[in-house]
T-cell receptor
Framework: DGGITQSPKYLFRKEGQNVTLSCEQNLNHDAMYWYRQDPGQGLRLIYYSQIVNDFQKGDIAEGYSVSREKKESFPLTVTSAQKNPTAFYLC????????????????FGQGTRLTVV | RKEVEQDPGPFNVPEGATVAFNCTYSNSASQSFFWYRQDCRKEPKLLMSVYSSGNEDGRFTAQLNRASQYISLLIRDSKLSDSATYLCVVIPLTGGGNKLTFGTGTQLKVEL
């Protein structure tokens, strides 16, 4: 079955450690995204990538890094510079702009809950 | 002004009621619009796209008002299972490429 997979589902990190969250999709989508969601809040965009070997900062990129070496994969590293990393992290993918220049829907992974201990 | 704004609610409605949410956006060049549903501690899932001509799917109707820069979601005959957070998504035509911007979501609670 095609889909988007995030791992791990739950992650605990000690303060001062870097940690990498995995996101893999087999939907052949060009665009991939990372969002952060805090309790009772909406989704805030961290980074997004429209094509392999290219990515752009979102609204809250500080303290995070990404890579897009393969179309299927868009890992997110939460660095020690991120002051408040405890949150629910969601990865999504979508096709590139359609024939009419319109975007189609984004599909989400099941998320990773990161807790700093 | 935020790029996308929603009333966070919660909207507490009795079963069978009709409820409507609005979502305003600031970028007049925005081209694509969607409504997503998110259940507690789950990932968002697409509810429906919002077309210029409007879109209806069963009890759900989505509309776009470009002049006033907002999209709306109408739910008729609310069910207990409709209880969730409803997120609007706006995508700009230029510059932002595929940048999906979410509103903060509107929480709906349908009660007996």
């Amino acid at each position: 079955d095609g889909g988007i997979t995030q791992s791990p589902k739950y992650l605990f990190r000690k303060e001062g450690q870097n940690v990498t969250l995995s996101c893999e999709q087999n939907l052949n989508h060009d665009a991939m995204y990372w969002y952060r969601q805090d309790p009772g809040q909406g989704l805030r965009l961290i980074y997004y990538s429209q094509i392999v070997n290219d990515f752009q900062k979102g609204d809250i990129a500080e303290g995070y890094s990404v890579s897009r070496e393969k179309k299927e994969s868009f890992p997110l590293t939460v660095t020690s510079a991120q002051k408040n990393p405890t949150a629910f992290y969601l990865c999504a993918s979508s096709p590139s702009l359609g024939d009419r220049g319109l975007n189609t829907e984004a599909f989400f992974g099941q998320g990773t809950r990161l807790t700093v201990v | 002004r935020k790029e996308v704004e929603q009333d966070p609610g919660p909207f507490n409605v009795p079963e069978g009621a009709t409820v409507a949410f609005n979502c305003t956006y600031s970028n007049s060049a925005s081209q694509s619009f969607f409504w997503y549903r998110q259940d507690c501690r789950k990932e968002p899932k697409l509810l429906m796209s919002v077309y210029s001509s409007g879109n209806e799917d069963g009890r759900f109707t989505a509309q776009l008002n470009r002049a006033s820069q907002y999209i709306s979601l109408l739910i008729r005959d609310s069910k207990l299972s409709d209880s969730a957070t409803y997120l609007c998504v706006v995508i700009p035509l230029t510059g932002g490429g595929n940048k999906l911007t979410f509103g903060t979501g509107t929480q709906l609670k349908v009660e007996l």
